[in-house]
Nanobody, 116 residues
């Protein structure tokens, strides 16, 4: 089992920044991919960014590339999503997930609202 708790969401003006955190606990994270997704009202959940826990390789959706940065702190088992140049269309609930041995674990989500 992997437990995930997101934090750091809130209300920010367009052009501003936020940093989301995802605190992970449970089994070893070797071989785990940690991801951020988001779901806007009335839309399906979509992929935002991923990072491989052991190697640190990252990937991003085209909609956030160049604005968002995913990182991890292996000492504290925490994954971050630094979000810069936020736009109104970034408004969504942001979810952290962990892929381990064919199972995806989800956090409860944190709301991000960007006012224009």
């Amino acid at each position: 089992q992997v437990q995930l708790v997101e934090s750091g969401g809130g209300l920010v003006q367009a052009g501003g920044s936020l940093r989301l955190s995802c605190a992970a606990s449970g089994r070893t994270f070797s071989g785990v991919a940690m991801n951020w997704h988001r779901q806007a009202p009335g839309k399906e959940r979509e992929f935002v960014a991923t990072i491989i826990w052991s190697g640190g390789n990252t990937g991003y959706s085209d909609s956030v590339k160049g604005r968002f940065t995913i990182s991890r702190d292996t000492a504290n088992n925490t994954v971050y999503l630094q979000m810069n140049s936020l736009k109104a269309e970034d408004t969504a609930i942001y979810y952290c997930s962990a892929d381990r041995l064919g199972t995806r674990y989800w956090g409860q989500g944190t709301q991000v609202t960007v006012s224009s």
